[in-house]
């Protein structure tokens, strides 16, 4: 009898640095390509528009970059989290807070100027989402309770809040009773590049990574983070506060999102409705594996995931459903996830005794 | 009476890489038998009874129950053979309820009821004498209960050989009673027991016949009527006799260190450590010589200001220091080296740089306050792998691709750094080759002489006798004696360390 | 931590590769086809949902396919399941981009969206079903719901034998507020007893919710329900249960062939010829249309046998009575669940006054409040 075992790869190699991937993104292709032919779809128009629509202009390129600023920043929020093992799944709860305490501080101070109301709408959306991750990460710090199930379950508070407020006492009277709050005002909106809706969130998210970057390389507290998430043990015989450390690192995951919560609705809604994020809170968690927790793989696999997401959602009307969209995409991402797990653990086969 | 025995074990072989853990032994086990497998940690008695219970192979050999040659792929044949094992952490399923754990599984539940599970388990326990309320929870019952759960549980399930794995260290003293008594009734009823144990009054006080391993081998088998505890152990420790080779201090100074009665609670809220009394002095080494389990973690890391001492008093030169953490410590001269290497002392996925800090990262030496310097790490770095010999391809490679050997002289090398008074070293030379070892130990014997203060834990007899210069017996969480290295003998040593009293006129 | 920078850097770059090369090679294809349906008459539409739901957007596509029947020189593109953030305003960019002449979405959020796209494309037609706000190109549309509504609440009124009457609703907005008003006025124009229990499902599309709600009005011991739902799952919880079920959007029978009685149904086909007509010859004109039963934009789908003659005789009348307008539902004496007269007799409340509705009238059961 032969039973396959998957042993963690000892060494890291460059062979399986690199082929790994490129085999695992030209599968991806082939098999997906397949898919469509079969399903009576021409695969290389397919693919051919999807590119034009995540790259074919310069209007594109703005619109991907409008979608992957959401998930840059609120996978930089879960990827400080993730290095020091805490799984804040929490992200979407937390966008949703910052979103909602920088729509607070719009609404309320609309006449102040941009210079003063949008950092008072950032630090908003910081503190709503910071709260949101302090929770989580005190329970977790002080009391062991599983942050994974307490930042999933705030996630359900936050978005039902939201929509309480957006429904009731928020809710524009010239709305004639649809869900929105009333527009900000325009000292509200954050500055975009020329006429497209690339706004100042690209320059913030970059900003955030490289902090990141010489924060965890090079940083005393960076240096803690890496200790922790490593060994609690190592990191209670180095004499760090492990649990103060949790707390903190959880607040500013959870900030980080808050702000992207304060961009979506500063930079592109313009006020405060229901759906002002499709999930980014739990795709940032891909990008942010795919991307190993680097900053500056974030922001290079944010652009690409927001690619792959336009481009797919765009094919629609050559004629592909949907559903076969999301099927496309579900597979692309499946091979490079898989091509990811081959690269960390090689597979072996194992002949067993016989009886 | 000629009776045919339950197990057979013939020429049993088996080796894992760099040890043979079992080398040709041969083991019966008589029905109406309590046999107990004595030895120290490591002689193979736990690699022996985890083939019986089909968790491991052998490399060679084979095993007869009721004299039908078996082949156990898995533990599910094993127990379908009439094996079963009791491990030191019960396998019970804990919101379950005692008669859910003990007939769920077995195969005939499916037609029962809560009510009947319950009368059933009732039923059946009493046959052996148990006496169990069948509807309490798991998680309700103490350590002690959970093992009879666990003795039913394998019995229901048909069981005739029950392998039981240092059963007592989990229970208190009336426990282990009870416990004893439940065995011999087993065997009264024709059920062979085979107890796996360090513990010397055990066996003599249940056992009716013993086989003493030691490196692998069986070393004696014999009715229990027909030894005494003294020969127990030095079947257990016997080796040719070994002089102190460590050239004598150059000074021994005044007390650095000192705890007096000394208690500390373990992780399980017992006392792992009580009324201990120890001091180390300048320019020597302490060794601790002891079974591994007997407090000797929760004592290292209550010197280190992990754990905090329930009473006494741990002081260094004279000023008493209950109320430092780790970091205070440290400054004041107490370095540590961790047992668990690759999980507290160096952290296995960075680097050399990053470990070299990992003390002292937050001094002014490295940091101004933000960031780290990492220039002046890598001097120290340099510095460090000359002056300590340590091989390694590249700085900036994460340590576990490191040996052994190398880890251990880094993690010293860490430690020594500080100038510390005191160096607390636990099994530095666990695991590693000859060579290795001796190079650790000359670095540790050269601190020494130095004038530092040595505390070492061991588990080797060879190397306590060839390093130290006083030698603290540690059983029970308490130093059973202190004793001058070139005064004692391997065979005092080895009975203090089993919690035998040992009657010699010139100790 | 140069490993993981190093490699991440090095799989966007693969996957760029990648993509441009299979990118390119269909490259030729594309711009073929592009050309090919240049003359058409182009018509997009934006889905806030999925055609396969069988409710909302399932009704909308039944329009657009209706379309394309009609007008053969018209062609149609769809974006299903457009999010109404960020997203809303690239897919109806794109639509404009492909080169529609008219671009249709079909649910309240997009209006801030369209209304940025409809400045830059003042060529464009912007259809935005349910919207607040009309631009030069942009008219909003919507049908008068609540007519089929009121005659779908005779129905449920003449068929329930407890007087108990349950209705799952999506959201506490006007339109949906409007629609519980306007069927139990009808429930209790022919049975005065009845009254209608209000469970909000807080979700537009959500078959399990729905299904939920349905269930704890089933529990509450209610035996007819209503929807104000986009997916069938009501009606199935009202065929499991044995109990009679009012649809919504479209003719929902086949889902629940023994429960469901009838429902108020939306044929938007009529009205997307006629605004299409009208771009084609350029006599369209912006507007906010609110058409009733007489366009035929809202209809009752047809009802079951089970239903007395006599009550399908009364239903037509009323219905005809509409259809001539000569009576609407919103006519007085209106009472609010308080009690206190709302809507004069003889008075009929203003459309302003229908679209801002955040009351319930008397008979409902519940709280207009989620």
Redesign the interface.
């Given at each position: 009898m032969i039973k396959a075992k998957m042993i963690k790869r000892q060494h890291?190699s460059l062979l399986v640095?690199?082929g790994v991937?490129?085999f695992s993104?030209?599968l991806a292709?082939i098999v997906s390509?397949l898919f469509l032919y079969f399903s009576g779809y021409?695969?290389?128009?397919?693919?051919?528009?999807?590119?034009?629509?995540a790259f074919g202009s310069s209007?594109a390129v703005s619109?991907t970059i409008?979608?992957a600023i959401?998930l840059m920043l609120a996978g930089l929020a879960v990827s400080l989290a993730f290095r020091m093992k805490l799984w804040n799944i929490g992200a979407e709860g937390q966008l949703y807070m910052g979103a909602f305490a920088a729509s607070w501080v719009a609404l309320s101070f609309g006449d102040l100027s941009s210079w003063v109301l949008l950092p008072l709408m950032f630090l908003a959306g910081f503190i709503g989402g910071a709260v949101w991750g302090f929770i989580p990460g005190a329970l977790r710090g002080y009391w062991q309770v599983n942050e994974t199930i307490t930042t999933l379950m705030l996630n359900y508070i936050a978005i039902s809040w939201v929509?309480?407020l957006v429904?009731?006492p928020w809710k524009d009277p010239?709305?004639?009773?649809?869900?929105?709050t009333p527009?900000f005002t325009l000292s509200g909106y954050l500055p975009s590049f020329g006429d497209s809706?690339v706004h100042m969130g690209l320059l913030v998210a970059v900003v955030i990574a490289v902090l990141f970057y010489l924060v965890?390389?090079y940083s005393r507290w960076g240096y803690e983070i890496k200790v922790i998430g490593e060994s609690q043990n190592a990191a209670r015989y180095a004499g760090m506060n492990v649990a103060r450390n949790m707390v903190l690192v959880m607040l500013i995951s959870g900030g980080i999102a808050g702000i992207t919560g304060m961009i979506?609705v500063s930079g592109?809604?313009?006020?405060l409705?229901?759906?002002?994020?499709?999930g980014y809170g739990f795709t940032a968690v891909i990008v942010a594996w795919?991307?190993?927790?680097?900053p500056?793989?974030i922001i290079?696999?944010a652009?690409?995931f927001g690619a792959l997401l336009?481009g797919g959602?765009?094919i629609?009307?050559f004629?592909i459903?949907?559903?076969i969209v999301l099927m496309l995409e579900g597979s692309i991402l499946f091979f490079l996830l898989a091509g990811e797990f081959l690269r960390r653990y090689k597979i072996i086969l194992v002949r067993k005794e016989e009886q | 009476m000629k009776r045919l025995p339950v197990i057979e074990m013939d020429g049993i072989t088996k080796s894992f890489p760099g040890v043979v853990a079992n080398k040709n032994i041969h083991f019966r086990v008589y029905p109406g038998e309590i046999h107990a497998l004595l030895g120290e940690n490591g002689a193979g008695k736990s690699t022996l009874m985890s083939i019986l219970a089909g968790l491991y192979r052998p490399d060679s050999g084979f095993i007869k129950v009721k004299g039908e040659k078996l082949e156990f792929s898995s533990p599910r044949k094993a127990l379908s053979a009439g094996i079963g094992m009791i491990y030191q952490h019960f396998r019970l399923v804990n919101n379950f309820t005692v008669a859910e754990n003990v007939i769920l599984g077995a195969g005939k539940s499916l037609k029962m009821n809560k009510k009947q599970m319950e009368k059933e388990t009732l039923k059946f326990a009493s046959q052996f004498g148990f006496d169990i309320n069948p509807s309490a929870r798991i998680y309700q019952l103490s350590l002690g209960e959970q093992q009879k759960v666990e003795i039913i549980k394998m019995l229901y399930r048909g069981c005739d050989i029950l392998i039981m794995d240092e059963p007592t260290t989990v229970l208190t003293p009336h426990e282990v009673n009870d416990l004893f008594n439940t065995l011999r009734v087993m065997a009264s009823q024709g059920k062979a027991v085979v107890l796996i144990t360090h513990k010397l009054h055990e066996v003599m006080e249940v056992a009716d016949y013993v086989t003493v391993l030691r490196h692998g081998e069986v070393v004696g088998s014999t009715p229990i009527a027909e030894v005494d505890e003294t020969m127990l152990a030095k079947m257990m420790v016997a080796k040719e006799v070994i002089f102190n080779e460590a050239s004598h201090p150059l000074l021994k100074g005044d007390s650095i260190l000192e705890l007096c009665n000394a208690s500390i609670f373990g992780d399980q809220g017992h006392l792992a450590v009580q009324d201990l009394n120890l001091d180390i002095k300048s320019g020597e080494i302490v060794a601790i010589a002891g079974v591994a389990g007997n407090g000797q973690r929760e004592l290292i890391e209550a010197i280190a200001g992990l754990r905090k001492l329930h009473t006494g008093t741990i002081s260094l030169d004279g000023k008493v220091i209950n109320d430092l953490n780790i970091r205070q410590r440290l400054n004041l001269g107490i370095s540590v080296v961790p047992e668990d290497r690759m999980g507290m002392g160096l952290v296995p996925n960075l680097d050399l740089l990053d470990n070299i800090i990992l003390r002292t990262y937050y001094l002014e030496k490295y940091s101004d306050g933000i960031f780290i310097d990492y220039k002046s790490v890598r001097k120290l770095a340099e510095e460090m792998v000359e002056d300590y010999n340590i091989y390694l391809s590249d700085l900036?490679h994460p340590v576990n691709y490191m040996s052994g050997g190398n880890l251990q002289k880094l993690l010293i090398a860490r430690e020594l750094s500080q100038k510390p008074r005191v160096l607390v070293a636990a099994y530095p030379s666990r695991g590693l080759d000859i060579a290795a070892a001796e190079s650790v130990y000359n670095i540790l014997l050269q601190e020494r002489d130095k004038g530092t203060g040595i505390l070492l834990i061991l588990e080797d007899l060879e190397d306590i006798f060839r390093y130290a210069d006083r030698v603290a017996v540690m059983y029970a969480g308490g130093i059973q004696k202190i004793l001058d290295a070139d005064k004692t003998n391997i065979d005092e040593i080895g009975a203090l360390m089993l919690g035998v009293e040992y009657v010699r006129k010139t100790s | 931590?140069?490993?993981?920078?190093k490699?991440?850097?090095?799989?966007?770059v693969?996957?760029?590769a990648?993509?441009?090369v299979?990118?390119?090679?269909?490259?030729k294809?594309?711009d073929d086809?592009d050309k090919q349906t240049a003359e058409k008459f182009k018509v997009?539409f934006i889905y806030i949902g999925?055609p396969?739901d069988a409710g909302w957007t399932f009704a909308h596509d039944q329009g657009r396919k209706y379309l394309e029947e009609q007008i053969p020189e018209v062609e149609t593109?769809?974006?299903?399941?457009v999010?109404?953030?960020?997203?809303s305003?690239?897919?109806i960019?794109?639509?404009a981009?492909?080169g529609c002449n008219v671009i249709i979405a079909n649910s309240?959020?997009y209006g801030?969206a369209m209304l940025e796209v409809a400045k830059k494309y003042p060529d464009i037609v912007f259809l935005h079903c349910s919207g607040?706000s009309t631009a030069d190109n942009v008219s909003t549309f919507f049908g008068r719901i609540y007519q089929a509504r009121y005659l779908s609440g005779m129905v449920a009124g003449a068929m329930t034998k407890n007087n108990n009457i349950g209705y799952a609703a999506a959201?506490?907005?006007?339109?949906v507020?409007r629609g519980i008003n306007a069927f139990t006025l009808g429930v209790q124009a022919v049975n005065p007893d009845a009254t209608v229990k209000v469970v909000w499902s807080?979700t537009w599309v959500d078959p399990t919710l729905e299904k939920q709600a349905a269930q704890s009005l089933i529990n509450a011991g209610c035996d007819v329900l209503a929807q104000h739902a986009d997916t069938p799952a009501v009606q199935q919880a009202a065929e499991e249960a044995g109990i009679y079920s009012v649809g919504y959007n479209s003719d929902m029978r086949s889902f629940a062939p023994n429960a469901n009685l009838t429902g108020p149904v939306w044929n938007w086909g009529p009205y997307y010829v006629r605004a299409i007509k009208g771009a084609m010859d350029g006599t369209w004109k912006s507007e906010s249309y609110w058409g009733g039963l007489e366009d035929g934009i809202v209809d009752l789908a047809p009802i079951s046998d089970k239903v007395p003659a006599d009550i399908v005789a009364k239903v037509e009348a009323k219905k005809n009575e509409m259809i001539a307008k000569t009576w609407d539902v919103f006519t007085g004496p209106i009472y609010d669940q308080d009690g206190t007269l709302k809507v004069q007799e003889g008075q009929q409340m203003t459309d302003d006054e229908k679209?801002?509705?955040?009351w319930f009238v008397k008979g409902v059961e519940g709280s207009p409040?989620?």
């Open positions: 890291e640095d690199i991937p490129i993104i030209l292709f390509g021409d695969p290389g128009e397919t693919f051919s528009r999807m590119l034009k629509g209007y619109e409008v979608k959401p929509s309480y429904f009731g010239a709305s004639k009773g649809f869900p929105l527009r809706r965890l390389r979506e592109i809604t313009h006020r409705q229901q759906d002002i994020s499709p795919l991307a190993r927790l680097h500056f793989s290079v696999v652009f690409l336009v959602f765009g629609q009307t004629g459903p949907y559903s | 900036n | 931590m140069k490993k993981f920078k490699f991440g850097i090095l799989l966007l693969i996957m760029f990648v993509t441009m299979v990118g390119c090679g269909g490259q294809a594309a086809s997009g999925t396969g593109v769809a974006l299903e399941s999010p109404e953030g960020a997203d305003e690239r897919s960019e794109q639509l981009q492909e309240f959020g801030d607040l959201y506490p907005i006007p339109e507020i807080n679209l801002s509705l955040d409040k989620s």
